[in-house]
T-cell receptor
Framework: DGGITQSPKYLFRKEGQNVTLSCEQN?????MYWYRQDPGQGLRLIYY???????QKGDIAEGYSVSREKKESFPLTVTSAQKNPTAFYLC???????????FGPGTRLTVT | SQKIEQNSEALNIQEGKTATLTCNYT??????LQWYRQDPGRGPVFLLL???NEKEKRKERLKVTFDTTLKQSLFHITASQPADSATYLC???WGGGADGLTFGKGTHLIIQP
């Protein structure tokens, strides 16, 4: 059963703690992306990766970090430097940058 | 910077009618434009992709048009059903090593029985 998974679905953290969100795909896609969605807002790109061991900052990368050590995995770390981390985080993958994106179910992060 | 505008208010359509959603953009025309459906609390699902050299694309009850002169895409759902109720996102891409997609805020569509 091919697809893209994110875990956990809900995550709660105290302010000042780093937290890592998981994203795994078995679609054999080269490109992977992280987006953030706030209520009433569109998706905003945090980071993207076109290939293993390479990634680029998106529009709102400050306070976030990523790694791409394996083709299947693209974890996102929300650091304590991110001023407003509470949001719905979506991971996506695509064959290449010109193709449709497949999204995971999302992780809703709440920081108090 | 690129700006994408979609109807911010909810669109109410009677079941069986055609729903038409609008996506307008400013500045540079994208290489391609995509439409996604998003249900509450879930990730978007890809629906259709149309490239800059294409005027129209169809898939079952869905149709997308792309007018680079007007800088506009229209998304149509014919014979609409209550199950079509969702938020529909327009996304622009430029490819060629540029960033990922730039998304609009989406239009909330409600199909009333």
């Amino acid at each position: 059963d091919g697809g893209i998974t994110q875990s956990p679905k809900y995550l709660f953290r105290k302010e000042g703690q780093n937290v890592t969100l998981s994203c795994e795909q078995n679609l054999n896609h080269d490109a992977m992306y992280w987006y953030r969605q706030d209520p009433g807002q569109g998706l905003r790109l945090i980071y993207y990766s076109q290939i293993v061991n390479d990634f680029q900052k998106g529009d709102i990368a400050e306070g976030y970090s990523v790694s791409r050590e394996k083709k299947e995995s693209f974890p996102l770390t929300v650091t304590s430097a991110q001023k407003n981390p509470t949001a719905f985080y979506l991971c996506a993958s695509s064959i290449d940058q010109l193709s449709e994106q497949y999204f995971g179910p999302g992780t809703r992060l709440t920081v108090t | 910077s690129q700006k994408i505008e979609q109807n911010s208010e909810a669109l109410n359509i009677q079941e069986g009618k055609t729903a038409t959603l609008t996506c307008n953009y400013t500045n540079y025309s994208p290489a391609y434009l995509q439409w996604y459906r998003q249900d509450p609390g879930r990730g978007p699902v890809f629906l259709l992709l149309i490239r800059e050299n294409e005027k129209e694309k169809r898939k079952e009850r869905l149709k997308v048009t792309f007018d680079t002169t007007l800088k506009q895409s229209l998304f149509h759902i014919t014979a609409s059903q209550p199950a079509d109720s969702a938020t529909y996102l327009c996304a622009l891409g430029w490819g060629g090593g540029a960033d990922g997609l730039t998304f609009g805020k989406g239009t909330h569509l409600i199909i009333q029985p």
